[in-house]
């Protein structure tokens, strides 16, 4: 059984397959004691790419609002993650840790929020180095409050973690919006067929998450 929905959720259905001997195999679905393996990509290095995106651009030093979703445990630690960079450089200040509303995927949130609790109380040009998203939709709501605030022409770096098609438009655009990471969907595919083959072959797992690599994606490459 091959699943791609937390498996926290779905705790009867995997210890009914447990107890039939059936092997579950997560693509992009998160770990349990009863899944057999996670194909997923590395939230940790992903987030970590990104960071020291931010960092190096800001020079070290500066002020960054970061986007983060705590509920969500394959978010969540891109935000660990990220803390810990920022806290490695001594002249870096996280501004705020915002948790949007996703029920729109957070773009809308994002952009109120980036607009009304950052922007309007930080004039000064200067007053905010760089925005650092967990994922790409408020990263995309940031830089439409940043634009709509005629604040673009600042240097404030975005990144976000995804580039989906939007984040990717805007990297190629040229303005604030300058990183994501892309994730490898056909190889994390391509990857879970294979482990149900060795499965099925018989192999014992000895890793339960699979990591299947990923690509930061700049003005460099995004084409």
Do not use: C, H
């Not at 059984?1 to 092997?23: R, S």
């Not at 634009?147 to 939007?166: F, K, Y």
């Not at 805007?170 to 990183?179: K, L, M, P, V, Y």
């Not at 994390?188 to 699979?210: F, H, M, P, S």
Request: proline share 5%; glycine share 10%; aromatic share 6%.
């Amino acid at each position: 059984i091959v699943i791609n929905v937390d498996p926290a959720q779905i705790g009867a259905g995997l210890q009914t397959a447990a107890d039939a001997g059936i092997p579950v195999v997560g693509m992009d679905a998160g770990s349990d004691p009863l899944v057999a393996a996670n194909i997923t990509s590395n939230g940790y290095a992903m987030a970590a790419e990104t960071a020291v995106y931010v960092a190096n651009r800001i020079g070290g030093q500066g002020n960054v609002v970061m986007f983060v979703f705590d509920p969500f445990p394959p978010v969540q630690i891109r935000g660990v993650i990220a803390d810990a960079v920022f806290g490695n450089f001594p002249d870096i200040t996280v501004l705020d840790r915002v948790t949007p509303d996703v029920s729109d995927g957070g773009i809308a949130d994002s952009r109120a929020k980036m607009a009304t609790a950052n922007l309007a109380s930080r004039l000064a040009p200067g007053s905010i180095s760089a925005v650092w998203a967990a994922w790409d939709q408020p990263a995309l709501g940031a830089l439409q409050a940043i634009e709509a605030a005629g604040r673009q022409g600042e240097g404030i770096v975005i990144t976000g973690i995804d580039a989906n098609p939007q984040a990717r438009e805007a990297i190629a655009a040229g303005g604030n919006f300058e990183a994501s990471v892309a994730q490898d969907f056909n190889g994390i595919g391509a990857t879970t067929a294979d482990t149900v083959k060795r499965l099925l072959d018989g192999e014992e797992l000895r890793q339960k998450v699979i990591y299947v690599p990923t690509e930061l994606v700049t003005s460099a490459n995004v084409a």
